[in-house]
């Protein structure tokens, strides 16, 4: 493999293990620029790793990755440049058009991507309650809709890209986590994509459009996106923001992780063996009875919390507050779009209204340590700046 050796590494691997659920998939996931030490595993020409069959059962894997690396950065073949390069024709002409220009007005390959990321961040928004596209998607994405989530920023990236000469792929994948004692747990509520474009004397190049228009999304992940208050009322992640429930959460976490790591290396039978000494069964029957009475518990509690957490008095704190605020500021005729963060719906807001911006500045920086950052202490402050704030 050729194309596999060409792959300049240019820092020291770290080293880790994965635990992968069950997925029906045959992707395996890992950092770039992954070495698996796991038998009837693969790479592909897009270094993207497979497994030899879809996962249908917990899989265990050492993973050996180099963060800073080069991909082909001297030339492409012209079969693989061909494939990064081509579109359907006879759809999205206004992309299409618009990239060509660029390109024939003279821009590199770098200035089509400053400008392109440039051009999104006006009046484009992030929402994952996106509306339907027409026939032309990128075309109706760029210039009508203007509103969409991480999927439709990267394709239609990939398409403009594209368009303009400059070959380009899209990448999904997952980005962040969430970090518990030694181990970092990724979920579905991590999942992500982005772009990576072809340079010549850089190789391929990641670059997240999603950035320019929601960094939020970015930084914290897509449970950054929306209020706490539109989540599922039946999933532990509902309750991050009461600290009681949240270290439960945590804990169960963790305890998962342990047992699962142990286990790992049982097979069926000592596996059986030992979940009978646990709960101190005699046989099966008994066994599944204490399991089933645990289940029957567990979601109780959750019934019992969704009931809580939809009485209006369980949103956040510092929800609560930026609700009052958004009520002062539609008094001017300023409303919150559906869809639109906190932090575009303030930005937005100090645009309108100039006198304000730096008050709007300061309360949304003290939400994001609060919401994000995990800074509880200045709730206090949010919430008395946004008592003071005088909408006119």
């Known amino acids: 493999m050729d194309w596999y050796n060409r792959a300049q590494r240019e820092s020291k691997p770290i080293e880790y293990q994965i635990i992968l659920e069950p997925t029906q998939q045959q992707w395996l996931y890992a950092l770039p620029l992954a070495d ?6 693969g790479t592909t020409r897009d270094f993207t790793t497979i497994y030899h069959t879809p996962i249908a059962k917990r899989l265990v894997y050492r993973v050996e990755s180099t963060l800073s690396y080069k991909i082909e950065p001297q030339q492409l073949p012209s079969w693989f ?4 390069l081509s579109l359907p024709e006879g759809y999205n002409s206004k ?20 400008r392109f990321l440039s051009m999104i961040t006006r009046d484009y928004t992030y929402t994952l309650e996106a509306p ?7 075309d109706d994405f760029l210039w009508n809709t203007k509103a969409g989530y991480c999927e439709h920023y990267a394709s239609a990236f990939v ?18 986590g969430e970090k518990i004692e030694d181990f970092i747990q990724v979920s579905q509520a991590d999942a992500h994509a982005w772009a990576e474009v072809w340079l010549e004397g850089e190789g391929w190049k990641r670059v997240d459009p999603t950035a320019a228009i929601a960094p939020e999304r970015v930084r914290s992940g897509v449970r950054a996106v929306f209020d706490r208050s539109v989540r599922n009322p039946l999933s532990m992640e509902a309750y991050r923001h009461i600290d009681l429930l949240n270290r439960l959460r945590l804990q169960i976490d963790v305890f998962n992780y342990r047992w699962q790591t142990f286990v790992l290396n049982y097979n069926s039978d000592r596996q059986l063996s030992l979940v009978q000494k646990i709960f101190g069964a005699k046989n099966l029957w008994q066994m599944a009875f204490m399991v089933s009475s645990v289940i029957v518990l567990c979601v109780a509690i959750f019934v019992l919390l969704a009931y809580l957490k939809q009485r209006p008095n369980a949103l956040a704190p510092e929800i609560k507050a930026i609700r009052r605020l958004e009520k ?4 001017l005729g300023l409303v919150r779009r559906p869809g639109e ?9 100090g645009h309108r209204l100039p006198r304000q911006a730096k008050s709007l500045q300061e309360i949304l920086l003290n939400f994001e340590k609060v919401t994000y950052q995990n800074q509880p202490q200045h709730l206090t402050a949010l919430k008395t700046q946004i008592e003071q704030f005088k909408a006119r």
Not at 159 to 176: D, K, L, N, S, T
Not at 328 to 331: C, D, G, P, Y
């Open 36 to 41: 698996l030490t796991l038998g009837a595993s």
């Open 81 to 84: 440049r061909q494939r990064n």
């Open 95 to 114: 992309t299409v058009a618009m990239a060509q220009k660029w390109r024939a007005e003279g821009a590199r390959p770098g200035q089509i991507i400053d």
């Open 132 to 138: 339907l596209l027409a026939r032309d998607s990128v």
């Open 159 to 176: 398409v403009f890209m594209r368009a303009a000469g400059i070959p380009a792929r899209v990448v999904a994948g997952y980005q962040g």
């Open 328 to 331: 002062k500021i539609a008094k």
């Open 341 to 349: 963060t906190v932090s575009q719906f303030l930005t937005r807001a």
